[in-house]
C-alpha cells in the first residue's frame, strides 16, 4: 500500500486555494469535495490542475451525463459502444467498423485553422486507438452568415485546417455539411467524425492492467500548446476577444500523426500491448486516470520521464498539456524493450514514465519527490453530477433573420434564391479542398449521392461496403428541440437508404449553450429524448459521441444543434445509389411523404425573414421507418436509377438536385395543390425523389406512398402544379448554386 498522501506531500508543496479552484473552473462547493477526496486536505497545484480538469463539463459530463444514460446503447451489431475511445459494429467476416463524431467548437472560434485541424487529429487518435486503420473523415461545420467578415475569415481557415490535416496524413475527407446561421457568428461549430476498420478480434480497450505493468508514452514531445483547452475553452461560455486563451489552442503535425498511427497499429498487431489510450483533452491527466479507472488500478507516473519541448515545464503543466499526437500504453516489463524499439522504427519517441500499481492511487512523482497523490476513483468516477432544471422559454430566443426574398416573389425566384442561398448553394468550392479518394475505397463522393460510400476492400474482392452521413439542422431544433431531433436522425438514415445501406449504429455530438441556464437545459432534455426515440425506431443504437455545452457568447446561445451521424451496411457496392436523374424516359416519383410538408422552420420562411415558430408539426416516425426500408431494398435491387431525399429547401429544391447532378432536365405536373408554396417548399422528414422503369416506383406502393410526377428528359426542369407553370434551364439552376465560389478565389 502506498503510504498517506499527508504524509508524503504535506509541506512540500503550497496549495493554491479556492480563489484559484474557482479561476480553474471549480465551484466553491466542488472544491470541498476535492478536499473531501483528499481525506480533508487542501489540493496542492498539480492535484488541482488536475480535478479542475477531470471534474470540467468536457472531461465530466457533468450536466448530460444522466441524459446520456437513456439513450439506446446495445444491438446486434455493437461491437464496442460507449465508454471507450470510439465506437464500432459488427461488418461481417470476423470485421468492424470504429466510428466516433467530436467537437473542437471553441479552439476553432479561438483560431481556426489550428482548432479545426486538431480536431480532425484527435478524432483520427480515438479511432487508432482501438486498432483501426482510420479510413473516412466526414465534418459537420456551423458559421455565422457569409456576409459577416469574421465568419468567411473562420469558414476559410477551418476548411484549410481540415484539408491539411486530413490531406497529409492520407485520410479521404468524404462527406459532411457546411450551414451558416446568424446564431454561430460569435460561437463557430466545428464537429469532426472519423470511421475506421479492423478485424474485430485485433481490437484492443484502454483499461489498464496488470500490477507492475509499464505506462509508455509515444509519440510527439509535451510542450504548453494546449494547457487547460477541457476547462478555459470547452466548459465555459467563449469570449472570442480574449487573446489569454490562444495558448489553450493545440497546434497539429498531421505528419507525426500519420508515424504515430502507423507505430500504434504495428504495435498492436505484434501483440506487444495490454492497453492503448490516446491524449486528447486533459493530456496525461486524462489518459492515465481513465486508463487506471477502466481497470480498477492505481498508477504512479513520473513526469521528469516525460520528453518535454520546454525543459522549464512545472508538474502541473505536463499533466494537463493538451499537446497532440501523443499515445499512451500499458505494456509488461519484458516487452517494454520491444516496444521502444517499434517506436524507434517509426522515428517516434517512446519513454517508460510509469507503472501500474496495486490499489487505487494514482501519484504523480517528479523522480523521487511526490507531487500528486490522489484516488483514482475521486478523479474519474465521483466527480458531480448536476440535476437539470429545463423550463421551456416563454419568450423566443432567437432574433429574426433579415428577409432576403419578399413574399411578392413568384415561384421561379424563390427557386433560384434558395439555390443560390448560403445553406443550399454548392459546396464544390470546399470540398473541393479536400482529398476524397485518397485510400482507393471512396465509391460515392461528395455531391454524388445523399451519403458516402466506401468500398470495404480490406475484406477480399467481394468485400460490401458501408455508408455514412452526418446531419444536424439547428434551425429545427430550436423550434422544437424534440421533433426536430427525430428529424436529424430521420435525415441521416434517410440519406443511408438512398444509397441502400441499412444503418448499423450512431454517433452524435450535442452542441448546446449554457446548460445551467433552465431553457437551454429544456432545449437539451427534449433533444436527447427525441434521439433515443429515433435512434429506437430506427434499430441504430448510440456507440458513443460527444457533447460541446456551453456555446453562446456576448450575443446569445447557439442554435440547439444535435447533430447525427451514422454508419450502414450496403451489400454490394456496385449498386450504391445516386442522386442524380441516370436516363432519360425514367419516370420520377415521389415517394414516402403520408403528412403534408410544412413552411415551418424551413429555407424559404428564413429567406422570407419568418420569426421561429413555436413548435413543429409531428411525425409518423414509423411510417417513414417503413419508407426507408423501400427505398433501401429498391435501391439493393438496382430497381431505380436514383434517390435523394427531400430536405432543406423542398420537394422543387430537391428535384434541381436531381437535374444538376444528373445533367437531365425534368417534366413533372404535380397535380392540384391546396397551397403550392408548401407543396414546393415545405420540409418534412421521410420524403425521397426516385426515377426509373415506372413499373419500379409503382411498386413501391406496396410498402409506402408513391406519387409518379413526370419523366426525366432535355435540357429544362418544368413543372406544373394547380393553375402553375414554369421552367428553368439546367444552366440558370447551375448558375445559382454557384454563390458560394466567390468565397473561395
Known amino acids: 500500500m502506498s503510504p498517506s498522501p499527508e504524509a508524503e506531500i504535506a509541506g512540500t508543496v503550497v496549495a493554491p486555494g479556492v480563489e484559484q479552484a474557482v479561476a480553474l473552473g471549480l465551484t466553491r462547493d466542488e472544491y470541498k469535495m476535492v478536499i473531501d477526496e483528499l481525506g480533508g486536505r487542501e489540493p496542492n497545484e498539480v492535484e488541482l490542475a488536475m480535478f479542475s480538469l477531470l471534474w470540467s463539463e468536457h472531461c465530466a459530463y457533468k450536466h448530460s451525463k444522466k441524459l446520456l444514460r437513456t439513450l439506446p446503447t446495445e444491438g446486434p451489431a455493437v461491437v464496442m459502444g460507449p465508454g471507450e475511445n470510439a465506437g464500432a459494429v459488427d461488418v461481417g467476416d470476423g470485421w468492424a467498423v470504429a466510428f466516433k463524431v467530436e467537437s473542437h467548437n471553441h479552439p476553432s472560434a479561438v483560431e481556426p485553422f489550428q482548432g479545426a485541424a486538431t480536431g480532425v487529429g484527435g478524432i483520427l487518435r480515438d479511432i487508432f486507438a482501438l486498432g483501426a486503420r482510420p479510413i473516412a473523415v466526414l465534418d459537420s461545420l456551423r458559421f455565422g452568415e457569409p456576409t459577416s467578415e469574421r465568419s468567411r475569415y473562420l469558414l476559410d481557415r477551418a476548411v484549410a485546417g481540415i484539408a491539411h490535416y486530413g490531406n497529409s496524413i492520407g485520410v479521404p475527407t468524404v462527406g459532411g455539411e457546411v450551414v451558416f446561421e446568424a446564431p454561430y457568428e460569435t460561437n463557430c461549430l466545428v464537429n469532426a467524425m472519423a470511421i475506421g476498420i479492423a478485424r474485430t478480434d485485433d481490437m484492443v480497450r484502454s483499461a489498464a492492467a496488470g500490477v507492475g505493468n509499464v505506462l509508455v508514452l509515444f509519440g510527439a514531445s509535451t510542450g504548453r500548446d494546449g494547457i487547460g483547452g477541457a476547462s478555459v475553452l470547452a466548459s465555459t461560455e467563449l469570449d472570442v476577444a480574449d487573446d489569454t486563451k490562444r495558448p489553450s489552442v493545440q497546434v497539429g503535425d498531421p505528419f507525426e500523426e500519420s508515424k504515430l498511427l502507423e507505430c500504434s497499429l504495428e504495435l498492436l498487431a505484434s501483440g506487444l500491448l495490454v492497453s492503448l489510450q490516446d491524449l486528447g483533452a486533459a493530456g496525461l491527466t486524462s489518459a492515465a486516470s481513465e486508463m487506471a479507472a477502466k481497470g480498477e488500478v492505481g498508477l504512479d507516473l513520473d513526469v521528469a520521464k516525460v520528453p518535454l519541448r520546454e525543459a522549464d515545464m512545472e508538474p502541473f503543466e505536463i499533466m494537463v498539456s493538451e499537446s497532440q499526437e501523443r499515445m499512451l500504453c500499458v505494456c509488461t516489463p519484458e516487452n517494454v524493450a520491444a516496444v521502444l524499439e517499434l517506436c524507434e522504427k517509426w522515428e517516434v519517441n517512446g519513454t517508460a514514465i510509469g507503472t501500474v500499481t496495486e490499489g487505487s492511487r494514482f501519484r504523480v512523482l517528479r523522480g523521487d519527490e511526490v507531487v500528486g497523490d490522489m484516488p483514482v476513483t475521486g478523479l474519474v468516477d465521483d466527480a458531480p453530477l448536476y440535476d437539470l432544471a ?234 417513414v421507418v417503413a419508407t426507408l426500408a423501400a427505398v433501401r431494398d429498391a435501391v439493393r435491387a438496382g430497381e431505380l436509377s436514383s434517390a435523394h431525399d427531400i430536405a432543406e429547401g423542398g420537394l422543387l429544391v430537391a428535384l434541381a438536385e436531381s437535374c444538376l447532378a444528373g445533367g437531365l432536365g425534368a417534366s413533372l405536373d404535380l397535380g392540384d395543390a391546396t397551397d403550392v408554396w408548401t407543396t414546393l417548399f415545405g420540409e418534412h422528414p421521410g420524403g425521397f425523389i426516385v426515377s426509373g422503369p415506372r413499373a419500379a416506383l409503382e411498386s413501391l406502393g406496396d410498402h409506402t406512398s408513391v406519387q409518379v410526377l413526370g419523366t426525366v428528359g432535355g435540357g429544362h426542369l418544368e413543372i406544373a402544379v394547380s393553375d402553375l407553370g414554369e421552367r428553368w434551364t439546367l444552366a440558370e439552376l447551375r448558375d445559382a448554386t454557384a454563390a458560394l465560389a466567390p468565397l473561395f478565389p
Open 390 to 623: 429545463p423550463e421551456k422559454p416563454s419568450a423566443p430566443l432567437y432574433a429574426t433573420p433579415e428577409a432576403k426574398l419578399g413574399f411578392e416573389a413568384d415561384v421561379r425566384e424563390a427557386l433560384l434564391t434558395l439555390l443560390s442561398s448560403p445553406n443550399l448553394a454548392s459546396r464544390r468550392p470546399l470540398f473541393q479542398q479536400y482529398d476524397p479518394v485518397v485510400q482507393s475505397r471512396t465509391v460515392r463522393r461528395p455531391e454524388e449521392a445523399d451519403a458516402a460510400v466506401l468500398w470495404l476492400r480490406d475484406m477480399g474482392d467481394n468485400a460490401p461496403a458501408i455508408a455514412t452521413s452526418i446531419d444536424g439542422n439547428g434551425r429545427r431544433v430550436a423550434a422544437d428541440p424534440y421533433w426536430g431531433t427525430i428529424g436529424n436522425a430521420l435525415e441521416c438514415a434517410a440519406n443511408l437508404a438512398a444509397v441502400g445501406a441499412l444503418p448499423l449504429g450512431t454517433t452524435n455530438n450535442l452542441n448546446f449553450g449554457n446548460p445551467e441556464k433552465p431553457h437551454i437545459a429544456w432545449q437539451l432534455t427534449e433533444a436527447v429524448r427525441g434521439l433515443g426515440d429515433a435512434c429506437r425506431a430506427l434499430d441504430a443504437p448510440i456507440v458513443g459521441g460527444n457533447v460541446s455545452l456551453y456555446n453562446e457568447g456576448t450575443d446569445g446561445p447557439i442554435y440547439p444543434t444535435p447533430v447525427v451521424g451514422m454508419v450502414g451496411l450496403l451489400p454490394d457496392p456496385a449498386r450504391a445509389g445516386r442522386l442524380g436523374f441516370a436516363n432519360e424516359g425514367d419516370a420520377i416519383a415521389l415517394v414516402g411523404w403520408k403528412d403534408d410538408p410544412s413552411l415551418d422552420a424551413s429555407e424559404l420562411a428564413k429567406l422570407r425573414g419568418e420569426a421561429l415558430p413555436d413548435g413543429l408539426p409531428e411525425v409518423d416516425v414509423q411510417h
